[in-house]
């Protein structure tokens, strides 16, 4: 591998690429020209002493100049260049792990060093969006066996930081997701915290939901913290809610995260892999795991339950981990709100005790922290949920909520869309089904949750009845367009609300 001549001087083009590095030059310059470089060629970047091996994209006009190279924002953020700072081009040398991503995609068996080599790979950029892919299609369904997915754990947890609490127990909680509206998670640490236990909580961005915890959370607090300011907020409070991306807890699994997004499928293997390899790193030793279980979740029946469960408990028990499954009702949505804002105002009604709070959400929160207070050392079994209930009644656990938003930055009360419009019923009759994939995609497409008080607004439940000209729900988006585009999905998939009986 040989430097290119002549650098470059490094300009900032203002574009998001997301985690992706990409750095655009003109393809008449003089480093495309000796180095051969053309369209998608994986160059690497030198500049003082920090390097980027970024994806290339080609200008073709006259809008960058042919002594200039401008760099993505993820590039920039990596290279951090001064003012007026030059950078060398050259091939990157190839990937290490080259051989074991080929191999996987043929169907063979990879050991831990070969998932160490992608994993490091992986988090030094040096695979590109493609290769990714290559691999996690390669994993996908159960392409993953127990020893490969314990493999790949551990190449997580290798190329990540991890924290160090030092003695006692660190709770957590997770829930594998497809259920739009669970939001319990800022209820639950909010009530385990007051009841004097630690729980560090690192929670992802949505994937291929409406809104991921960390994206709830963001409406009310800051949760891009660092190591250092989230290692201070569960010091003075016991618990924080933070962006696991922003503390590089595991950052391969963030990068995968981030492919798997488009591809809208992941599996057992990668999915044990990804939340245990967090949870370990975050220091934790107590961890809850809720999966709800229903036709239109993610884990649709409780043989698929069970088979996750083992793989989940296996993989935990050979790092040491604490681990409690609770199976939950995964039939439909929990709380009213599906998307960031309006899931945040669900999580306020319900530390707040107010009346208009979803019963469903209270309910499932009051389980699973029940159930994570039981298996804190030393509890007395069975009376976990009786604690938490009373937690929360008396304002205990709003308090403690309160105050870890002020420690992480500052509280801020949730938004609301400007623009909302109902689906009405077009017959009498009892809600029989509800398909919670196609009522999280019209949150999507109002704009959840790039736009954070985008989403639905659901009252409806199984069972309940219901009249021709009454709202099923409410789409709430930013902008016209975003609504109508919602609106027109619903009305073309009228059946998301299976109501029977009546005319």
Known sequence: MSDAHGPLRLVRAGIDTYQQPVVYMHRDCHVCRSEGFTALTRVLARSGDREVVATLNVVVDDHLELDVAALSEAAWTILQPTADAFAVFSHPEPPVSTPALRAKVFGRRLGEADFLA???????????????TAFITACAGERLDEGE???????????????DWGSGAILDKHCVGGLPGNRTTPIVVAIVAAAGHRIPKTSSRAITSPAGTADAMEVMAPVALDLEAMRSVVEREGGCIVWGGSVRLSPADDILIRVERPLDFDSDGQMVASVLSKKVAAGSTHVLID???GP????????????????????????GLNLSVLRTDGLQPVGYGIGPALEARDVLNVLRNDAAAPRDLRSRALDIAGVLLDAAPGAVPGKGRAVASTLLDSGAALGKFLAICE?????TAPGVAPHMRPVLANRNGQIQGIDNRRLAKIAKLAGAPGSATAGIDSRVRIGDSIRAGEPLFH??????????????????????FEIGGGQ
Do not use: C, W
Not at 118 to 132: K, Q
Not at 149 to 163: C, E, P, Q
Not at 487 to 493: K, V, W
């Open 296 to 319: 239109t979740a993610k884990v649709r029946s409780s043989a698929a339950a069970a088979l996750l469960e083992a793989r989940l408990i296996a993989t935990a028990q050979a790092l």
């Open 407 to 411: 420690a992480q930055g500052g509280f």
């Open 118 to 132: 992608l994993m490091r790979d992986t988090v030094s950029n040096r695979l590109s969006d493609i290769e990714l």
């Open 149 to 163: 997915t314990l493999a790949l754990t551990k190449a997580m947890l290798a190329v990540g930081n991890r924290i």
């Open 291 to 293: 999966i709800p279980i």
């Open 475 to 496: 789409v709430h988006a930013r902008s016209p367009g975003e609504l109508d585009y919602a609106l027109d999905y619903a009305s073309a998939h009228s059946g998301i």
